[in-house]
């Protein structure tokens, strides 16, 4: 309890009223002590300046006296929030868990605090849909009324491991069978247009010495039967002479 500010005596005071203005003067600063001790900031300024306790008091009185209207609407901010607080699709447990806590902390200072039954069932309804086999299943072996959320935590803590190593193991087989992939079209890549190109060369290549080849033969071919052939000793068919020949 915060005493009346004293006064300093006079030069009548005896001996033992010294005494007790001494001992209420050290009690007062000690009382002045913790009340800037206890205080934020805020409030520091309001009253660092004052040397007497009650004085002191008065004034912190007042100034939560008013903020108190200020604190009911708080209340009814965070207790809306509360309720429409959903899990992100990239949140972990652990980080949804500590927001949820942190909304309740803000709601206990304005005067009302969350129970263990709330916050249990609070977390449960608002996980994202990749949770709802462990909801299911918490639901269903688990009493919500006796569950801390301590425990809740615990159980998807591991679910959620449990689906992160699953979906690392997918992501890579599928990084796997991808590479697989790319190294097969590169090969046919280098296969196929190898192939056609040999085969077109070896194509052109016969073809132009087969037809280079008939070119000879029939060009040579034609210069011996000229050479061998001799019109002297042929007669022409029209005239019957020697030496030339109608065809």
């Not at 992939?181 to 192939?195: H, I, L, M, T, V």
Request: hydrophobic share 30%; glycine share 6%.
């Amino acid at each position: 309890m915060i005493t009346d500010s004293i006064t300093p005596l006079g030069k009548e005071a005896t001996a033992a009223q010294e005494a007790k203005f001494k001992e209420d003067k050290k009690k007062d600063y000690n009382a002045l002590f913790l009340i800037h001790s206890c205080v934020d900031s805020d409030n520091f300024e309001k009253v660092g300046d004052y040397d007497s306790a009650k004085t002191a008091w008065g004034i912190l009185e007042k100034a939560y006296a008013s903020a108190d209207k200020a604190k009911v609407v708080r209340l009814q901010t965070h207790k809306r929030q509360f309720e429409l607080l959903q899990m992100e699709d990239k949140e972990t447990i652990n980080d949804y868990v500590t927001r949820v806590t942190r909304l309740g902390n803000q709601m206990k200072s304005c005067g009302e605090a969350v129970s263990e039954q709330n916050f249990v069932s609070k977390v449960l309804r608002s996980l994202t849909p990749r949770f709802d086999n462990i909801v299911v299943a918490i639901e269903e072996s688990k009493d919500l009324k006796t569950m801390t959320k301590d425990e809740l935590q615990s159980s998807l803590e591991a679910h959620e491991q449990k689906m992160d190593e699953r979906g690392k193991d997918k992501a890579k087989a599928e990084v796997a069978l991808q590479a697989r992939f790319n190294e097969k079209n590169k090969k046919s890549k280098r296969k196929w247009p190898s192939r056609g190109k040999k085969n077109f060369q070896n194509f052109d290549g016969k073809e132009s010495q087969n037809s280079r080849k008939g070119e000879g033969s029939s060009k040579g071919g034609g210069q011996d039967n000229y050479k061998s052939f001799d019109k002297s000793t042929k007669k022409c068919y029209n005239c019957q002479k020697f030496g030339h020949f109608a065809r």
